[in-house]
């Protein structure tokens, strides 16, 4: 176990090195399954600020943390994001490996360019849909075009473009195939996604829950999958498409547990840090940065986290009217 200053190690012996920071719950969609239309954000003073974000940063880069992603809610709603990225930046090649963030995109085209200039080499889009009515049906925003246009100066600016997908019964379902084509046609990696029981929405999940067995069951019947070595280091396989020449991710929170081999925390945007995305283990870590001993109450802070870290979620989405899983939407902790 980790002590005080040396590296994050939890109580199943995993090493703990990626972390995923919230900075804002904010967000300009309402994706149906992600968050009601009256989402209820929170007043500012309860977010942490530029500068508790960036110590944040650091403090967890010296408890051996090597990959960053910043999300949301929407991360480039946040008007100094940039700045945390360019701050954070710096310690890439000095203890950061990685600087990377998961964007719905509708604002990338404006900072592509900063982002890759401040040593961002890749960016997670989630696209749900090529139809611009689905989209607006989806994310209740009718702002696809910003989207596509985002995910090209991403590619223009020279950062590695990876998809992320929601599969969604009756609504992309039948689209998938096309969407992967589109993905990889561009030179984009795609990864599918199982929706999750998070937080309450007006819409009961279960009934565009499909899991992705069906879905890789019904590609295979089109395409050649080949099963591919490559991880991210986290959940998702890989499959590589014969027929396309592109990478392909399955991530499945509900049909195959893997929890295993996790390395991650979450950080909300107030500083609550989530050992576990489907578990209510947390600690405060914006008490500890606003108490009169930061430094020795973070490290304090990160220990415990370490102790609590459960060894597995308990995700279900099989029965009509369940409660979510957990009360906290994705936008919350970050996805
Ligand atoms: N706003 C950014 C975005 O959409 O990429 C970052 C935050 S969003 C919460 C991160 C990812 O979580 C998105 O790919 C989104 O599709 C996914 N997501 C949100 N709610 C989900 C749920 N209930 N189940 C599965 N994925 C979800
Ligand atoms: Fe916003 Fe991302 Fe949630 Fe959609 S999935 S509402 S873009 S936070």
């Known amino acids: 176990m980790s002590c005080g200053t040396g590296p994050l190690v939890d109580a199943f012996n995993r090493r703990i090195t990626y972390l995923r920071l919230s900075v804002t719950d904010r967000c300009d969609l309402r994706c149906a399954y992600c968050m009601p239309e009256k989402m209820q954000f929170l007043p500012r003073k309860e977010v942490l600020s530029l ?175 080949r099963p591919s070595d490559a991880r991210s280091g986290g959940p998702a396989r890989y499959v590589d498409v014969a027929e396309t020449g592109g990478r392909l991710g399955f991530i499945t929170p509900l049909t195959n547990n893997f929890c295993a081999g996790c390395n991650r925390i979450r950080v909300t945007a107030t500083g609550q840090l989530f050992a576990c995305l489907g578990g209510a283990e947390q600690v405060d870590l914006r008490a500890a940065l606003r108490s009169t001993d930061p430094d020795t109450r973070l490290a304090e802070a990160l220990d415990e986290a370490m102790r609590i870290k459960p060894e597995k979620h308990h995700f279900q989405i099989d029965r009509r009217g369940a409660e979510p899983a957990q009360p906290r939407h994705m936008s919350m902790t970050g996805g």
């Not at 710096?90 to 998961?102: F, V």
């Not at 992309?172 to 993905?183: H, K, Q, R, Y």
Request: proline share 2%.
């Open 51 to 225: 500068e508790e974000l960036h110590k944040l940063g650091l403090a967890m880069i010296a408890r051996g943390i090597t990959k960053i992603r910043l999300t949301g809610g929407e991360p480039l709603v946040r008007r100094d994001v940039i700045e945390l990225v360019r701050a954070l930046g710096r310690k890439l090649g000095d203890g950061l490996e990685e600087l990377t963030l998961t964007t719905n995109g509708t604002q990338l085209a404006q900072h592509a360019e900063d982002l890759a200039e401040a040593g961002v080499k890749r960016v997670n889009v989630s696209l749900d849909t090529l139809d611009a009515q689905l989209f607006q049906r989806l994310s209740r925003r009718d702002r696809l075009a910003e989207v596509l246009e985002g995910i090209a100066a991403a590619k223009e600016a020279g950062l590695k473009v990876k998809l992320n997908t929601v599969a969604l019964k009756g609504l992309n379902e039948g689209e998938i195939p096309d969407l992967i084509a589109w993905a990889h046609r561009h030179g984009h990696e795609i990864t599918l996604i199982e929706v999750m029981p998070l937080g309450e929405v007006e819409e009961d999940r279960v009934d565009h829950y499909l899991p992705l067995i069906a879905v890789r069951e019904d590609l295979e019947q089109r395409w050649t999958l």
